[in-house]
């Protein structure tokens, strides 16, 4: 019988398991009732749709046993099984992106991550914090021999050959001897009827007690063994929501979501027409910790006519809605309807297309602390959307949030447009990868000083790419204030003016600083900066920027505009300055300062330092 190490972020989460001190220990009857509850529906699929499964007197069920003289717990099923590489690859390493992303969320402080095990309940490794050691004797459906395997938790396990008559899976549990209250009957029959009442088999509680015949001196006393079920075995979601309490919906939640944590809100429908199908929705409170890793685990079932088909489809729901939890179930689906299908099934198309739009109208209508809550959690994934999902694009631009330059907290387009020009119609922002470096860019003081409201997006990986293909919020143009002339009062004569006083200065700095601007000109946007840059709009590679981004291709460099503030100090001094050396020092600065205003960095940052060090030294 060979030994093997268990992979080594499995050693750390049965140290965590065994050292845990996180007290709501009975979520493992929860999560191994839901393992067993899964491999029934899987063998109950291959019964309905491979010949070679059929079988007419098959009924599936889940069953605890109850050992008090061998301090021990067995829960079974008869359900699809696993050979000797399924237990090796589901209990020896981690197999889901979720139980790994887990792992890497562990911060090595024990009461820490004992709680992060209420949010996530990482399946059978919870058994962990109540047995001292655990066989699973398990089958495969369709082959001869069984496998079990065992481990005290320590490192190690072991894999060998045993003989079990009939496919389904057995874990015998040997409990911690502090842990015997998982024995007494009506302590463990509460705990199936908390988390797995609405599991869709029977769940059989199998124990032994005492039983008086007779009476007085006659009266003898032996053990009788019992079996009763204590779930009640329908599946919530084909029930009438008359029928259900917020509980029931709740604790439905935990068995599906593998965690503790209550859902932020949930959606319950039942669809009849052209199509008829369930479903059931639940959003996180927390977002799942692998939702943006490319492996990420679908979080929605689905179910033809109650009968399990795959839990693994990322096709259900549009990849931004990835964090979504819940139940499918049609009733017009065919039972072996194939993975290749389901991505072009017409009818599956309709439920996906109708499951959308129900679940961001539920979205739209959160408020208060659930909006905050909600928009916290999935606020950048919202804006995925609107670059993938066109023909919900409009809901989307009513959940998404930005940050402004006028307003505390993050305000949606709704808000921004009710305080806007009704008149213009535009609604005006600036992208970047840092608030601070966008709050106080130059460009935003002319905003600033019209008491004009701005976006600020500092989301720049997803915001540079979304935004531009907005377009426009109920007829109102999104407009970067970085590409845009700014607010002002003075008319286009009193601008020429300007630019012809100071048209020597414009093209004196320009001469010093040749290709690496485009232009230089004056500019009415500052009011306290001497300088900044904007993007030539007008350039063909600026309204390809967005497109390279989009196919993840390095975005080419655009050419810079350089605009001074005739009004500033530093400008005027500049403009009758004879020093040809400090002039181009200066000329520099105006540059390299403005760039680094606007988050971007000087060419050259050794020249740029040495500049501001000789005009300090001269200052002195």
Known sequence: MAKHQFQTEIGQLLKLMTHSLYSNKEIFIRELVSNASDALDKFNYLSLTDGTFKKDDWSGKVFIKLDKEDNSLTIGDNGIGMNETDLMDHLG?????????????????????????????????????VADKVDVISKKAGEEQAYMFSTDGTGEYEVKPVTKEAHGTIIYIKLKEDEQEFLDKWRTQEVVKKYSNHIAYPIMLNYSEEETEGEGDEATTKMVHKSEQINAATALWTLPKSELKKEDYVEFYKTLAHGDNEPLSYLHNRVEGANEFTTLFYIPKTAPMDMYRADYEAGVKLYVKRVFITDDNKELLPPYLRFVKGIIDSEDLPLNVSRELLQENRILANIKQNATKKILQAIKKLSGEESDTFIEQYNRVMKEGIYIDHMNKELLLDIVKYKSSTEEGLVSFEEYVSRGDSEKKEIYYIVGDDEKVLRNSPLLEAYNKANIEVLIMDDKEVDSIVTPMIGAYKEWNLKDITTIEAPDSKTEEEKEEISKEFKSLTDKIKEVLGEEVKEVKTSTRLTSSPSCVLKDSSDPMAGMAAMFAQMGQEIPEIPLILEINPDHEMIKKLDTLDDES???????????????????????????????????????
Not at 98 to 124: C, P, R, W, Y
Not at 607 to 612: C, E, H, T, Y
């Open 582 to 620: 400090l002039f181009a020092d200066l000329s520099w600065i105006l540059l390299d300062s403005a760039k680094l205003s606007e988050g971007l960095e000087p060419k050259d940052k050794g020249a740029f330092a040495q500049r501001v060090a000789t005009l300090a030294t001269r200052a002195l």
């Open 93 to 129: 390493t981690i197999a889901k992106s979720g139980t790994k992303a887990f792992m890497e969320n562990l911060t090595g402080d024990a009461k820490k991550d004992s709680n992060l095990i209420g949010q996530f309940g990482v399946g059978f490794y919870s058994v962990f914090m």
